[in-house]
């Protein structure tokens, strides 16, 4: 039986947990950001990147957006935009 490399992320997306998952005052280092997000780059340019640590420092109305500090700095990205950052 062979795997495309799709099926592989695939399995492996199920695999890892999200910086959406994670709980206030939780911290977790970067694994991998999903390529294919229209979000890649602009994560990527404010600093989530693999083996970064982040840590979940707040929670909204609706869990939308979440707070998030990396680097020393405070960022808010939507959930959906966190649901693809695995750690």
């Known amino acids: 039986m062979?795997?495309?490399e799709v099926g592989l992320?695939?399995?492996y997306n199920r695999i890892l947990k999200t910086a959406a998952d994670l709980k206030v005052n939780e911290t977790?280092?970067?694994k991998r950001i999903d390529r294919s997000h229209p979000s890649y780059?602009?994560?990527l340019e404010i600093g989530f990147t693999?083996?970064?640590e982040i840590t979940l420092l707040?929670?909204?109305l609706f869990n939308d957006p979440?707070?998030?500090s990396i680097r020393g700095?405070?960022?808010a990205i939507r959930k959906e935009e966190a649901s693809h950052i695995f750690i």
């Open 2 to 4: 062979h795997f495309t």
């Open 50 to 52: 693999p083996g970064q």
């Open 73 to 75: 700095t405070i960022f």
């Open 28 to 30: 977790a280092i970067i």
């Open 41 to 43: 780059r602009r994560l």
């Open 66 to 68: 979440i707070s998030f």
């Open 58 to 60: 707040n929670r909204t």
């Open 9 to 11: 992320i695939l399995i």
